[in-house]
């Protein structure tokens, strides 16, 4: 079985391949060309690939150990007992193969909008772990290990709003208020899956440090 990291990286090089070979005349393709739909699919695949890792290293690596834990008495309190009982409806909607879903999504499966709760979701269910704030923890780590990313003004709020435009796309079309097709900036596009990739790799170096070393890889 591939490590979560190692998923991670297949699928968001999946996404890259989707990206349009066609020269970019502009900041942007025409809204309703074919390019803009490769990179509207890349978009939803470069998302999907950032809830599958957090899934499978929640299910696969932090949940048997916290449960592990709480056998021991080590772990009795309300916290823990909270991300375990979410961390075992997670893997139910992974077992019967359920579109990759962001931990703590609803019960219905529908993509939350992720801009509009920013990381906390997903930095409470590894504070069981000992790991405060891992969303911040992660991106400053990789503005400090990588130009790209310090680059980017706002990086944690950037790659919320990317994933925000993968509900929208999924959801409203990628439609705008005026019943638009919106455009999708191709040097915006990159920048943002390079800040994936940096976000995750430095995520999951600090998840697996608070993990006993036989629940690492």
């Not at 891992?134 to 790209?148: E, G, M, N, R, W």
């Amino acid at each position: 079985m591939l490590r979560p990291i190692s998923r991670f990286e297949k699928m968001l090089a999946h996404a890259r391949q989707h990206l349009p070979t066609a020269p970019n005349p502009g900041p942007s393709h025409p809204p309703d060309s074919k390019e803009a739909a490769q990179e509207r699919l890349a978009i939803v695949l470069a998302a999907a690939s950032i809830d599958d890792y957090f899934a499978q290293k929640f299910i696969n690596h932090v949940l048997p150990f916290l449960e592990k834990q709480q056998d021991k008495g080590k772990g009795k309190n309300a916290a823990t007992a909270r991300v375990c009982a979410q961390g075992a409806k997670l893997s139910e909607q992974i077992d019967r193969r359920c579109p990759y879903l962001a931990p703590l999504t609803n019960s219905a499966g529908r993509v939350e909008r992720p801009a509009a709760q920013g990381f906390i979701a997903l930095d409470r269910i590894f504070e069981p772990c000992g790991i405060t704030n891992l969303s911040q923890q992660a991106i400053q780590a990789a503005v400090k290990t990588d130009p790209k990313i310090a680059a980017i003004r706002y990086p944690l709020e950037g790659l919320a709003m990317f994933m925000e435009r993968r509900y929208q796309i999924i959801h409203e079309g990628d439609f705008n208020a005026r019943h638009e097709i919106k455009p999708i900036n191709h040097n915006w596009l990159l920048k943002r899956l390079d800040l994936i990739a940096a976000f995750v790799k430095q995520a999951d170096l600090i998840i697996t440090a608070h993990l006993p070393a036989r629940r690492r890889s």
